[in-house]
């Protein structure tokens, strides 16, 4: 099976971003469609990863709409799924499964990034500062410790290039203190949940990254949820403090790539480089088997 790379529907202004082509469809909602193409270090990667889309937009639609989740009753985006709700011309397309009918948003220009363990570049920062974006933590913890209480990390949401870690009064600055702490309690509270929920299914979500927009004046969380695209998750039998994890994400991508850029291959600015079958199949795998566990459904 080939990954989809793009999607081209004839007829509606496109948007395209690192993984998604986003179309206008004029009456104050948008068609969402998730491409396979997998994004690492802010460079998207020269070919991608078969039914990842569908795999990110039947979790998200799973996590914002299911009674199972603990989180669907958070005001969101997501209007459906069903391809049959929307223009011909999609159906047309074979989006089934990967196309999502969503409320048009204001979107806040940050990402709203909550870490209940101490990984990535979280964990980086922690060995030469003992912080975590402005966050002082307690000496001498470990990679992939626990941290005694989820801590909020924002960054800068990027089209294009590099997102970058900023501090909380940073945020505030470009969206406002009450907005800002409207956005922070919520994505807290989210992660919470949703950590609780995974757990006793087996899987660790050790962080997370939120969007969050107005609709009718109202904040609304949009976007991908709780996906191995914006999501680290580890399985929790396995867990041990104190060294890396086993992935069900896009990490175990990451892990091949620093390999290229420590053996000088690749730099991380030049455009994605094209991977390798096997770490294509695995990654396949693991974005299939998460979400087997947390919604306890097949994927077909």
Known sequence: MEALMQTNVLGYKRRQGKVRD??????????VAATDRISAFDRVMANGIPNKGKVLTLLTQFWLQSPQSPISDFHNHLISI?????PGPFQDQDL????????????????CV????LT???????????EVCGIKLPDNLLECARLSEPIFTPSTKAETGHDENISFEEMCDRIGLQVAELLRSASLK??????????VRGVIIADTKFEFGMVDGEVTLI?????????????????????GQFSYDKQYVRDWLQKLCDSGAWDKDSPGPSLPEDI????????IEIYKRLTGQDFS
Request: net charge negative; glycine share 8%.
């Open 190 to 199: 989210i992660y919470r949940l949703a950590h609780n929920f995974a757990l």
């Open 280 to 287: 294509v199949s695995t990654t396949q795998s693991r974005y």
């Open 22 to 31: 986003i179309y206008d469809i004029g009456d104050n909602t948008l068609v």
């Open 120 to 130: 990535g570049s979280g964990w980086k920062e922690y060995q030469e500062t003992g």
């Open 223 to 243: 976007d991908e949820v709780l996906t191995p695209d914006s999501s680290r998750f580890w399985p929790a039998k396995e867990y041990e403090p104190g060294r």
């Open 96 to 111: 089934t499964g990967r196309a999502m009918l969503c409320q048009k948003a204001e979107v806040f220009p940050v990402e």
């Open 114 to 117: 909550v870490r209940g363990y």
């Open 82 to 86: 069903d391809i049959r709700t929307m």
